[in-house]
């Protein structure tokens, strides 16, 4: 049994799994992106040691880890046969460890079970999204149901030139996905209480450069459905869109919305907020 965590390659896909059907989805997630990438799929159980008081148990926790990384991995070759997989199963905390393995990792994605209906509002995935070193995926269990993907990927955009590349990856993610893409625009202007200011000049040259670059990536990419959105409010844009939105991309640096968006997707009271939510940091691969 091992107690570090193993030096992962970079420009791996690494995978957080717990056993439940939310972690598979994301295994099945990560292994689109392993494959358009040519990478490898890591898929990663961490016996958590708070809860290992004895031998027997540490032994039994193991044994239940095989079980769900053997389980994750014959759900992945069922639907991507020729992604390249590696199992791991170390021994710590789940966040510590999962941290650290995206410090070398291209994609960090774990799943989101929804939560209980009085249950606590952190999570592990919350917690990953907002303190992970690479980019993160939260996935939820519905993401792979037998379902047609008719809805859209929507990517969150402020006032701010420094969100190109998540509009790229978004558009990536939207061919990737074969998905239609809107993408949302909000003002980070704080005199304006976070709410759009099409009047202002920083809005509108923000919004030129914005427009210039959506041009030359739906010429890039010309099979693309692709709109664009103004809002005052992003995440109760996606409330209120929640049945129609596949997926949804933002940055990083919007912690706040990255929180929220997380929860959105544990919510029992969102019936249909079945959508997986990118966090990008930076380039992938």
């Known amino acids: 049994m091992n107690n570090v965590i193993a030096d992962y390659a970079p420009k791996s896909v690494v995978v957080g799994i717990d056993g439940s059907p939310a972690a ?4 099945q997630w990560g ?3 392993a494959l358009r990438h040519h990478a490898a799929l890591e898929l990663l159980y961490v016996v958590d040691r708070n809860r290992a008081f004895t031998p027997s148990v540490v032994k039994a926790q193991f044994s239940v880890a095989q079980a769900a990384l053997q389980d994750a991995h014959a759900a992945v070759k069922a639907t991507h046969e020729s992604v390249r997989i590696q199992l791991e199963t170390v021994e710590g905390d789940p966040g510590t460890t999962l941290t650290e393995a995206s410090r070398s990792a291209a994609l960090l994605c774990v799943g989101s ?3 209980a209906p009085h249950g606590p509002s952190d999570s592990l995935a919350a917690n990953m999204a907002t303190s992970a070193h690479c980019s993160v995926a939260v996935v939820p269990a519905t993401e792979f149901a037998v379902r047609p993907r008719r809805g ?3 990517v969150l955009l ?3 030139t420094d969100e190109y590349e998540v509009l790229q990856q978004a558009m990536e993610e939207a061919l990737l ?3 239609g893409l809107r993408v949302v625009m909000t003002d980070r202007d704080s005199s304006t209480d976070m709410r759009f200011n099409p009047t202002s000049i920083q809005s509108r040259c923000a919004l030129a450069v914005l427009d210039e670059h959506l041009v030359n990536w739906t010429r890039r990419y010309p099979g693309i459905d692709t709109c664009f959105v103004h809002t005052e409010r992003s995440v109760h844009y996606v409330e209120q869109h929640e049945g129609s939105i596949e997926s949804v991309v933002l940055g990083a640096e919007n912690r706040d919305e990255v929180a929220q ?5 544990r919510s029992k009271t969102l019936h249909d907020a079945n959508f997986s939510v990118l966090v990008v940091r930076g380039q992938h691969f």
């Open 24 to 27: 598979v989805a994301a295994a």
């Open 31 to 33: 292994a689109d992106e």
């Open 113 to 115: 079970p929804k939560a």
């Open 152 to 154: 859209w990927l929507v």
């Open 158 to 160: 402020h006032n701010s």
């Open 177 to 179: 996905r074969e998905l």
């Open 261 to 265: 968006l997380v929860e959105l997707t």
